[in-house]
Structures are given as C-alpha cells and as structure tokens.
C-alpha cells in the first residue's frame, strides 16, 4: 500500500434528485423536474472537488441507468469513483424535492433496497483508508445493515492510521424505525469522531428521549422540528469525546463548540435564499477544504459558510457547489475571512 495521504474519503448515500421545476409552486401542482444527483457524502466529496481536493466517495450504486447517470456525474467532476461498487439486485436511490421558499421545501426518499446501505465491510477494506487524511462518515449509513457494520469499521480502521473522523449528523427521520434509534447510534459512534457537524435539529435528534419530540410539517424530512434543550444536548456530544463540535446555524453562520466547553461563533454571509437543500453539505465541503489547507476552525467555518451560502441560492445541490475562485471572490466581495 502506498505511503502517500490522499486527501478526503466521504462515505453514505448517493442518490438521483428530482427538483421541482415550478419554484414557490405547492408539491401537488409540480409540472416538471430538473435531474441532478445528491446525497449528503456524494455532495460533501463534490463539494470538496470544485475547491481543487483530491477527493473519493464510497457509496454503492444499482446495476441501472440512475446508477450510471450518478457516477458519470462523479467522473465529470473529478471525484474518485475506484470505491463505488455496483450492487446487482438493489436499486440507486432517489429523491423527490419541492422548492417553496422561503421555508418550505418538501421531499420524498426512494430508498428501499437502496445500493448505498449493501456497502458492506468488504468494500470497505478495497477502499485504502489508511490513504487518507480524512475519513468523513454519514449518520443515514448506520439506520441499517451492512452499511451501519461498515461505518463503525471503517473507523476502527482510521482510528487506527491517523486518520481524522469527520461525522455529518445527517438526520434523516423517515429512514430510521424509531427516532431514538438515531440517537443510540450515533452515541456509540461518536467516541471515534473527532469532528460532529451538524444543525441544532440534528443535535437534538442525537440526544433525544422520546419520539414525540420530533414533528415534521409539510414533508420536510430533513428539516424537522424537534423540542429539547440545545445547550444540554451540546454538552452530552461533547462529553463523548469529540474534540469539537461545529453547530450549523444557517444564516446566523456557525458555532464551534470545544471539549473543554468554549464556544466560537462564526458569522455568516447574507444572501437571498432560494433553496436551503445542500446548504450543509456545501458548508461541510468548505469547512473541509479550510482544514486539509491547515486553516484554524474560525477560518475554516468562514469558508464553510461561503459556501453554504452560494449554494442557497441556486436551486440544486451537487451540481451548483461553487469552485475555489467563486468562494474566494464571494468571500472577498463579502468583506473577507
């Protein structure tokens, strides 16, 4: 095996979304859908190519034309699809979406007998972590096996050969049989991180006690209302073992919560928001970049935010991730880091 760190390996679920075309239009009244690809990792890896890392994703696709569609889409942007295994007998997910700004956005998974969640311990081990020097893995990929096995293994190999865990909570409520389940998992989990991203809802979800905290209006699965008290919330991760938690707070910017309990808060960029699905996943992509180039946390956040916000305004998720001079003119034009 090779000596030489490659930068970032993403691993989780990949995906054909279907955006609607009739933007502020209800979900009923949809006419027609624009064909991009998502997927939290999938978008984090592309993310994270745009700004000139070399970066791979390990997912898993079907044996299908939504499967291909996915990985020319990947080879086009320069991201390393050697790890992505084609599963015969699973199906590509997707994704349906409604764009209602400017705080609805509904969605719809496709995702039973999903290729992603079939990556298994094997696929792991072909895939060279010890190559890296990040490893960012993907809450959705442990609602079920194999993929969950192969999460925690991939980890244990990490944790192994120096290679820095990043976990995206990505709480996604209709994919897990019981919202409790999420929590369970990630706690076990999270004594290998050493970064946690995610949004105050996603925090919540990873701490909660019982299910009737949650409750999801108009479809928006991946951004449900859960009740809780943040602060104790922010206290049980960090009391986990991270070293750091990076708290999304969408146009408020971003919170870096240390172990020892300091908190920094990072501003972040005005813009009119048209579409908030991807924001995060272009945040975690920025805020990678800011880290492989050995920025502090407050700098690395900034650009996480810069590109959160780009995207926001455009109406997809992988396919609008903005490239390294866009965010830094944007930065720039925005006043600087």
């Known amino acids: 095996m090779s000596n030489k760190k490659l930068d970032v390996i993403t691993f989780g679920r990949s995906s054909i979304d279907l955006y609607s075309q009739n933007i502020g239009t209800s979900f009923n009244d949809i006419k027609g859908f624009d064909a991009f690809v998502g997927g939290s990792p999938l978008n984090i890896a592309v993310a994270c190519a745009r700004l000139g890392v070399n970066a791979s994703l390990l997912t898993a696709v079907g044996n299908d034309k939504v499967g291909?569609?996915?990985?020319?889409?990947?080879k086009?942007?320069?991201?390393?699809?050697?790890?992505?295994?084609?599963?015969?007998?699973t199906r590509s997910s997707a994704v349906?979406?409604?764009?209602e700004p400017p705080d609805k956005f509904p969605l719809v998974y496709y995702r039973d007998n999903a290729a992603d969640s079939q990556v298994d311990i094997d696929d792991?081990?072909?895939a060279n972590i010890p190559n890296y020097r990040i490893l960012l893995i993907n809450?959705?990929?442990l609602n079920v096996e194999p993929s969950r096995s192969a999460t925690f293994f991939a980890t244990e190999i990490a944790n192994k050969n120096d290679v820095d865990v990043v976990l995206d909570l990505?709480?996604?409520?209709?994919q897990w049989h019981d919202y409790r389940a999420f929590g369970l998992t990630v706690r076990a989990i999270l004594p290998r991180v050493k970064i946690a991203i995610g949004t105050e809802e996603e925090?919540?979800?990873?701490?909660m006690d019982d299910a009737s905290q949650v409750t999801i209006k108009d479809q928006q699965i991946s951004a449900p209302e859960i009740k809780g008290d943040i602060d104790v919330s922010i206290d049980r991760?960090?009391?986990?073992?991270?070293?750091?938690?990076?708290?999304?707070?969408?146009?408020?910017?971003?919170?870096?919560?240390?172990?020892?309990?300091?908190?920094?808060?990072?501003?972040?960029?005005?813009?009119?928001?048209?579409?908030?699905?991807?924001a995060g996943d272009a945040f975690a992509g920025g805020f990678l970049y800011g880290i492989l180039q050995g920025w502090d946390l407050y700098k690395a956040c900034r650009m996480g935010n810069a590109s959160g916000a780009q995207v926001v305004t455009k109406n997809g998720c992988a396919n609008f991730m903005p490239t390294l001079e866009e965010s830094l003119k944007f930065i720039e034009d925005k006043g600087g880091f």
């Open 237 to 278: 991760l960090l009391a986990s073992g991270i070293e750091t938690l990076i708290v999304k707070r969408g146009e408020a910017g971003a919170s870096i919560y240390s172990a020892d309990g300091n908190r920094t808060d990072v501003p972040g960029f005005p813009v009119e928001v048209l579409n908030v699905l991807g």
């Open 68 to 74: 291909e569609f996915i990985l020319d889409f990947l």
């Open 96 to 99: 349906v979406l409604g764009i």
């Open 124 to 126: 792991v081990q072909r």
């Open 139 to 141: 809450g959705t990929a």
């Open 203 to 207: 925090i919540l979800a990873a701490t």
């Open 170 to 174: 990505d709480f996604r409520a209709d």
């Open 76 to 89: 086009r942007e320069k991201v390393n699809t050697e790890c992505i295994p084609v599963k015969n007998g």
